[in-house]
């Protein structure tokens, strides 16, 4: 069962690879999109593998769907839950719908969503928010 | 203790004796249910009784569900048991607040599980129904839609807003949320949300929503 360590260090290499790509200054708002939620994404399964008040089915989740349930059964997620599904469901917009992304609207989903939830959940695994 | 107070007791215990609270944990109980009831033997007998039963009608939204018939006569035996107590003198009533704290233990024994202040697992039914009352109140929610496998219950919730203004989603995402935290082990609930507003001319719902997917509400 992958553990704290091991999520942490691949969100952070999303991160490294979102900025050796420039995602935020891409005309590919929709990858810049995916990215940004699965840096949170492996953040917030950094979160859950830690809750041992939650179910082994849980703490480490094997999709998405299960994902969601654990994100709303964790108390610790309580506070950015809501913008977590936000990114979700705009990751799965990027990924499979035909709805294009304005510069304006991506920045506004940085700035609203992936920052705020980025930094609570790396404030709660004691780590640095830069 | 009067001797009528007693009586009166008595025979509201007995009475809820005879419901299916008695089968639970009265003499027709398991031997093992009827242990939980020591710590109370060691007062007076009605005394006893009439605040164990008190206690075990306060909590029996945690506890097996009943027949209706069953829940409607052990509510009207509460109510006589209640009025009862409070006929009692605050010694007398004092004296027995110190076994509320074997309250939660003997529940954990009888149920074999942790007290819980939380609503009971709901089905799926109840679940999705939940939520369209949730949702059918937020102005922009204008269809919902839901297709049930065996495993997963899918719902898609289509709105009608100012294009990419998402923080107008954050009541439904509130409504996702609790369903989800009422959800058992075994169950998973998938949301989906679009906003109409968002789709180009050439797409349409259907070619987004799968065809098993029925229609349960729309305003």
Same mark, same amino acid.
């Given at each position: 069962?992958?553990?704290?360590?091991?999520?942490?260090?691949?969100?952070?290499?999303?991160?490294?690879?979102?900025?050796?790509?420039?995602?935020?200054?891409?005309?590919?708002?929709?990858?810049?999109?995916?990215?940004?939620?699965?840096? &949170?994404?492996?953040?917030?399964?950094?979160?859950?593998?830690?809750?041992?008040?939650?179910?082994?089915?849980?703490?480490?989740?094997? *999709?998405?769907?299960?994902?969601?349930?654990?994100?709303?059964? &964790?108390?610790?997620?309580?506070?950015?839950?809501?913008?977590?599904?936000?990114?979700?469901?705009?990751?799965?917009?990027?990924?499979?719908?035909?709805?294009?992304?304005?510069?304006?609207?991506?920045?506004?989903?940085?700035? *609203?969503?992936?920052?705020?939830?980025?930094?609570?959940?790396?404030?709660?695994?004691?780590?640095?928010?830069? | 203790? $009067?001797?009528?107070?007693?009586?009166?007791?008595?025979?509201?215990?007995?009475?809820?004796?005879?419901?299916?609270?008695?089968?639970?944990?009265?003499?027709?109980?398991?031997?093992?249910?009827?242990?939980?009831?020591?710590?109370?033997?060691?007062?007076?007998?009605?005394?006893?009784?009439?605040?164990?039963?008190?206690?075990?009608?306060?909590?029996?939204?945690?506890?097996?569900?009943?027949?209706?018939?069953?829940?409607?006569?052990?509510?009207?035996?509460?109510?006589?048991?209640? $009025?009862?107590?409070?006929?009692?003198?605050?010694?007398?009533?004092?004296?027995?607040?110190?076994?509320?704290?074997?309250? *939660?233990?003997?529940?954990?024994?009888?149920?074999?599980?942790?007290?819980?202040?939380?609503?009971?697992?709901?089905?799926?039914?109840?679940?999705?129904?939940?939520?369209?009352?949730? =949702?059918?109140?937020?102005?922009?929610?204008?269809?919902?839609?839901?297709?049930?496998?065996?495993?997963?219950?899918?719902?898609?919730?289509?709105?009608?807003?100012?294009?990419?203004?998402?923080?107008? &989603?954050?009541?439904?995402?509130?409504?996702?949320?609790?369903?989800?935290?009422?959800?058992?082990?075994?169950?998973?609930?998938?949301?989906? =949300?679009?906003?109409?507003?968002?789709?180009?001319?050439?797409?349409?719902?259907?070619?987004?929503?799968? $065809?098993?997917?029925?229609?349960?509400?729309?305003?």
């Amino acid at each position: 069962m992958p553990n704290e360590t091991f999520h942490v260090f691949k969100a952070e290499r999303n991160e490294a690879f979102y900025s050796s790509c420039n995602l935020d200054s891409s005309k590919y708002t929709e990858w810049a999109v995916v990215v940004l939620f699965y840096i &949170c994404m492996h953040y917030v399964d950094a979160v859950l593998c830690l809750d041992t008040s939650l179910p082994e089915d849980l703490r480490d989740p094997i *999709d998405h769907t299960n994902r969601s349930k654990a994100v709303a059964q &964790c108390p610790d997620l309580d506070e950015i839950a809501s913008k977590y599904l936000n990114l979700y469901r705009r990751s799965r917009d990027a990924r499979y719908n035909e709805i294009d992304f304005s510069k304006k609207f991506f920045n506004t989903l940085y700035a *609203d969503y992936y920052c705020p939830v980025r930094d609570y959940l790396r404030k709660h695994l004691s780590l640095p928010t830069q | 203790m $009067s001797v009528t107070y007693a009586e009166k007791v008595y025979c509201a215990v007995n009475g809820a004796e005879r419901t299916g609270w008695g089968k639970q944990f009265g003499m027709g109980a398991t031997p093992t249910l009827r242990l939980t009831r020591k710590p109370f033997l060691q007062m007076s007998a009605h005394e006893s009784w009439a605040k164990y039963w008190l206690e075990m009608a306060a909590r029996r939204r945690d506890l097996p569900e009943f027949e209706s018939a069953e829940i409607i006569e052990v509510d009207s035996l509460t109510s006589s048991i209640e $009025s009862i107590w409070q006929g009692w003198s605050p010694g007398f009533r004092r004296e027995f607040s110190s076994p509320k704290k074997n309250i *939660d233990k003997l529940f954990e024994e009888i149920c074999g599980r942790t007290v819980v202040t939380q609503a009971k697992p709901a089905t799926n039914q109840k679940l999705y129904e939940a939520y369209l009352k949730m =949702v059918s109140t937020i102005d922009i929610v204008r269809q919902v839609f839901l297709s049930e496998a065996e495993d997963i219950t899918a719902i898609w919730t289509i709105i009608d807003a100012p294009p990419f203004e998402d923080s107008v &989603c954050t009541p439904i995402y509130d409504a996702q949320l609790k369903i989800l935290r009422m959800l058992k082990e075994d169950m998973l609930f998938d949301f989906h =949300v679009f906003n109409i507003s968002e789709l180009s001319d050439d797409l349409k719902l259907k070619h987004i929503i799968p $065809s098993n997917a029925n229609l349960v509400w729309q305003r």
